[in-house]
């Protein structure tokens, strides 16, 4: 497989090559949308990861086990409609809920095997 390539876009690559100043003054300003989106995205992870930590508590002090393929029917569905409607390619959205239900289960796992302690896992608050 070829190697990746990288270009530097930089105040210092702006003043070397003034006939891409322009892009570069853009491509500066939608990196800090892009900065505060990927800021907003780990709260709102962590925020899930606690909930479900929560739900693994629950489920491994009630005997039930980590996965619900119900509930992950109807989200599967329910974050497909999402997407189309917001016009995010449903590839993008199933890739980001298999990524969290996976891990999800990983420490709803992880908790069960500790006898329902939260306190196995490094994201808990
Ligand atoms: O809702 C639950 O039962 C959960 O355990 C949470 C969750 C999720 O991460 O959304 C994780 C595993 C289940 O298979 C379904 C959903």
């Known amino acids: 497989m070829e190697a990746e390539k990288s270009s530097t876009i930089d105040a210092e690559e702006a003043a070397k090559h003034p006939e891409v100043a322009e892009a570069v ?5 939608l990196r800090q949308t892009i900065d505060n989106i990927d800021g ?3 709260h709102l992870l962590a925020e899930r990861f606690k909930a ?4 693994g508590v629950l489920k491994a002090g009630a005997g ?13 569905a329910r974050l ?11 590839n993008i ?3 980001y809920r298999e990524f969290v239900v996976t ?3 990983k420490r709803h796992k992880r908790i069960a095997d500790a006898g329902g302690d939260p306190g196995v896992l490094d994201v808990f608050a």
């Open 25 to 29: 003054k853009r491509i500066e300003a």
């Open 40 to 42: 907003a995205v780990i």
């Open 52 to 55: 479900t930590a929560a739900v």
């Open 64 to 76: 039930f086990a980590p996965a619900d393929y119900k509930r992950e029917d109807y989200q599967i």
């Open 80 to 90: 497909q409609r999402i997407a189309i409607d917001a016009g995010l390619d449903t």
């Open 93 to 95: 959205a199933e890739m």
């Open 103 to 105: 891990e999800s289960k």
